[in-house]
């Protein structure tokens, strides 16, 4: 029988068989007070901190418990030595679960900031094939960019969002229409529209092109 490890139950416990308490009661209470939330809420430095404390709080109750146990009054009275005993049981298995989400939140952990590293190299040292990728882009004016190509700086999200700037997205700038002579019809609204988007998507491409390289120190032409 698995009993709650809280302060009431304790002291239902003490006072039905007069027990004298040695400090356990506080001990349930202290541990009743720490924050249940997971790491995503707390954090996981805070996570971690709580959790420490948590497990601290546990060895203190199986302590006394075992404390309490060792005292003839006690050791005498069966239901109050099975629910000192029982008690201990959902210390070690709560101390199972503390341990287990302690070690996947050390993990994420680890995790993440080995993803921030190689974020943080992808900025430093661009990989030349990606550089290539995104040449061919700039110099064929977007026409032949794919969807799948819209992610190509994913690895570097601030490079991704001037990417995403630059480019309008990761969609194609259009054509800039055919230069009309006198002699031809007049240049229609819907293309003199589409020539000032093109001048402006180009300014953005130009701006993304500086950027990069004074961040990589490369040398991609900026009028590409």
């Known amino acids: 029988m698995s009993v709650a490890l809280t302060e009431a139950g304790w002291k239902t416990v003490a006072s039905k068989f007069k027990i004298k308490d040695n400090g356990l009661d506080k001990a349930l209470s202290d541990y009743q007070k720490l924050p249940l939330d997971h790491a995503p809420k707390l954090g996981y430095d805070k996570f971690l901190e709580v959790s420490d404390k948590r497990s601290k709080a546990l060895k203190e109750v199986q302590r006394l418990a075992a404390s309490l146990l060792k005292e003839k009054p006690v050791a005498a009275n069966k239901d109050v030595t099975k629910y000192l005993k029982d008690l201990d049981a959902a210390c070690v298995s709560e101390e199972k679960v503390l341990a ?125």
């Open 100 to 224: 287990k989400d302690i070690a996947d939140v050390q993990a994420e952990v680890k995790k993440n900031e080995k993803d921030a590293a190689d974020r943080e190299e992808a900025r430093k040292h661009p990989d030349p094939k990606m550089l290539e990728v995104f040449y061919h882009l700039g110099y064929n004016d977007g026409r032949s960019l794919k969807s799948n190509q819209g992610r190509l700086f994913a690895n570097a999200p601030p490079f991704q969002a001037k990417y995403n700037e630059g480019y309008n997205d990761g969609r194609k700038i259009q054509f800039v229409p055919a230069n009309q002579g006198p002699s031809m019809s007049p240049i229609s609204k819907e293309d003199e529209e589409r020539s000032k988007q093109y001048t402006k998507d180009k300014a953005r491409r130009k701006e993304f092109v500086k950027y990069l390289n004074e961040w990589w120190g490369t040398v991609l032409p900026e009028d590409m």
